[in-house]
């Protein structure tokens, strides 16, 4: 069975600095891509980050890119995402989520992998 744990949220302020980790188990994740997501309050779900687990690349939304780095640890079978220079808009629930063999380029939808977390809150004040 498919697990995904996230950890690492809490409350920060503007400027600040947190990193959210997603702990995977279950399966063999070599040849998966591990993609984060977040939710606002009254918001759609946004893509965030994702990362292709076999060659490392990774794939930014605007929002995010030169903030946000995603990476990934094979021993520990577990997907970071640091985040810096934080801005109240990035408050939200962020969830990690998986699909495997993906064909090119980074899958951005939600309803585009196959198993998700729950979700850890992350919240910036102003």
């Known amino acids: 069975q498919v697990q995904l744990v996230e950890s690492g949220g809490g409350l920060v302020q503007t400027g600040g600095s947190l990193r959210l980790s997603c702990a995977a188990s279950?399966?063999?994740?070599?040849?998966?891509?591990m993609g984060w997501f977040r939710q606002a309050p009254g918001k759609e779900r946004e893509f965030v980050a994702a990362i292709r687990w076999s060659t490392g690349s990774t794939y930014y939304a605007d929002s995010v890119k030169g903030r946000f780095t995603i990476s990934r640890d094979n021993a520990k079978v577990t997907v970071y995402l640091q985040m810096n220079s934080l801005k109240p808009e990035d408050t939200a629930v962020y969830s990690c989520?998986?699909?495997?063999?993906?064909?090119?380029?980074?899958?951005?939808?939600?309803?585009?992998?196959?198993?998700w977390g729950q979700g850890t809150q992350v919240t910036v004040s102003s």
């Open positions: 989520a998986v699909v495997w063999n993906y064909g090119l380029g980074s899958p951005k939808r939600w309803g585009e992998y196959d198993y």
């Open positions: 279950g399966r063999t994740f070599s040849s998966s891509t």
